[in-house]
């Protein structure tokens, strides 16, 4: 009699755990029971539970910068490209002076890095990834980008990557000041 009793009781035991971790602290419906509209794992609220498997793809990140409003325009930057590990380094000079281009620019595309700039001065003070914030895993190529100098007053050191989803947003953010598109991007 004992020998039967075992098998019988850590089945109930299994069966109690499981009806605990579901949500609801009932028993988890079968395969069998779910319908379309019990499949939505809504919680009370409406919300789709933390369990809810979904269809839609991930945002990707924003491919805009924090936005700190418009600048006045005035920077004096040296910007360098280094397309890979060994390739030469590309070196440019910005300056601006109330959004416009100065003569000494030695830049591709001056006026559009001056406009950039003036619109949203934050361009080069990319706020500092969180620990827990998710990139896509894909690789925009070896190419990087250091920018110093100071725009409105304010000292800017700078460093562009293309190793993940949230480096290639803010290099495509930043790409009329850094004058280049940078790899594959």
């Not at 409105?152 to 290099?171: N, T």
């Amino acid at each position: 009699m004992r020998k039967n009793l075992i098998p019988t009781a850590l089945i109930l035991m299994t069966a109690v755990g499981l009806a605990a971790c579901s949500p609801g602290g009932g028993p988890a419906p079968s395969a069998s029971s779910t319908s379309p509209a019990s499949a939505s794992a809504s919680s009370p609220g409406g919300t789709p539970s933390a369990d809810t498997e979904t269809t839609a793809p991930a945002p990707s990140p924003s491919a805009e910068a924090p936005t700190a409003g418009p600048g006045q325009g005035n920077a004096e930057l040296a910007i360098m490209i280094k397309p890979s590990e060994s390739a030469k380094a590309v070196n440019y000079t910005l300056v601006c002076q109330n959004g416009v281009p100065a003569a000494e620019s030695k830049h591709p595309r001056a006026a559009a890095a001056c406009a950039a700039l003036k619109k949203n001065a934050a361009l080069l003070s990319p706020v500092p990834r969180a620990t827990d914030q998710a990139c896509t895993q894909q690789y925009g190529g070896p190419d990087q980008a250091t920018v110093t100098g100071s725009v409105d007053g304010k000292a800017v050191e700078s460093k562009f990557g293309l190793r993940d989803g949230c480096e290639i947003a803010q290099w495509k953010a930043a790409k009329d000041i850094l004058g280049s598109t940078g790899g594959a991007v």
